[in-house]
């Protein structure tokens, strides 16, 4: 029969065994957890890396472009003929169309997805936000291709039934679809901007006897507006990114025209139709390929760098 010396030695025992373990337990945690800031920075730096990667390789390549064409004359001519005999490399028929196109977006999505933003965070019930909002977000899962397909199929028939001056491909109905796919984005990032104004503003400005609507107006807009902003910045940046419905619908002839009924190009549908194979590595028309890459690029970074600049601007913490 064990004494209680025994029994106690045996618990000492216990307790050792216990404390060593959890020594080697802590051991391998420890290094476990010096690796892991190690491992992360590591991760987020091949971000980086990949950036500046993309960032050189178009500055290399539109260099080479650069010494062929004059940078003058690439973004003054009105001429792009990257094809002919005498090939003329004006890249503002592309910025044009592109800007006509996403301006056309946003006279689409801008009031509509604003107006659903508002209904949404003001006047909807649970039950039907929980409803509409995610039918509203579905937009945003369909397929580019899907919506360039509609454009050109549906879009344009219709408005050419109208309209019979409209051309077979045009800008105008890229412009509206476009228009359509962006509306998710503003919509639900502007709700989400009102929806974080506090109640207590809603409430103060109802007890002074303003209406509903004036409180929307006057007193949740404003206080959304760094985040509503920031939605038309990011709508807008997403359109002159967009490349299938334009490629598809719009055409490909470089006009350098203000006519939406006609058709247009712009320059992410231009890095498409060079990038199939008509262009011979190391000519003319493959450096022209990365100029206007780069142009798309500092679009798009100038629309990012203006969102979080707005959004800092005219933030509001509560």
């Known amino acids: 029969m064990a004494t209680n010396g025994d029994l106690n030695k045996k618990n000492a025992v216990d307790v050792s065994e216990m404390i060593a373990i959890n020594k080697q337990k802590k051991s391998f945690s420890n290094y476990f957890e010096k690796a892991i800031p190690a491992i992360l920075f590591i991760i987020a730096f091949i971000s980086v890396l990949t950036t500046i990667g993309i960032v050189l390789t178009l500055i290399s390549e539109a260099i080479e472009f650069f010494?062929?064409?004059?940078?003058?004359?690439f973004f003054t001519g009105t001429v792009l003929k990257p094809l002919s005999q005498n090939p003329e490399f004006g890249v503002l028929p592309l910025i044009n169309g592109t800007i006509i196109s996403t301006i056309i977006a946003m006279l689409v999505a801008g009031p509509i997805g604003l107006m659903s933003a508002i209904y949404l965070s003001e006047y909807a019930s649970d039950?039907?936000?929980r409803v509409i909002k995610p039918l509203l977000e579905v937009l945003a899962g369909i397929p580019t291709i899907v919506y360039g397909f509609f454009a050109f199929t549906f879009v344009t028939p219709l408005i050419r039934s109208i309209f019979p001056a409209v051309e077979a491909t045009n800008i105008l109905s890229p412009g509206l679809v476009m228009g359509v796919m962006i509306i998710p984005m503003i919509a639900s990032l502007s709700e989400d901007a009102m929806t974080s104004v506090p109640n207590a503003m809603r409430e103060g400005s109802l007890a002074m006897g303003a209406t509903k609507l004036e409180t929307t107006i006057k007193v949740v807009l404003p206080a959304a507006l760094s985040g509503i902003i920031a939605s038309f910045v990011l709508g807008i940046s997403r359109a002159i990114?967009?490349?299938m419905i334009v490629t598809i619908a719009s055409g490909s002839s470089k006009n350098f025209t203000f006519d939406i009924t006609q058709s247009m190009q712009t320059m992410t549908a231009y890095i498409v139709e060079v990038s199939g194979g008509?262009?011979?590595?190391?000519?003319?028309i493959y450096y022209s390929l990365y100029a206007v890459a780069l142009t798309l690029f500092v679009f798009t970074l100038i629309m990012n760098l203006l969102a979080r600049y707005v959004s800092r601007k005219f933030r509001e913490e509560y």
């Open 67 to 73: 010494k062929i064409v004059p940078i003058w004359e």
């Open 127 to 129: 039950r039907v936000r």
């Open 241 to 243: 990114g967009e490349t």
């Open 278 to 284: 008509e262009a011979a590595a190391g000519t003319t």
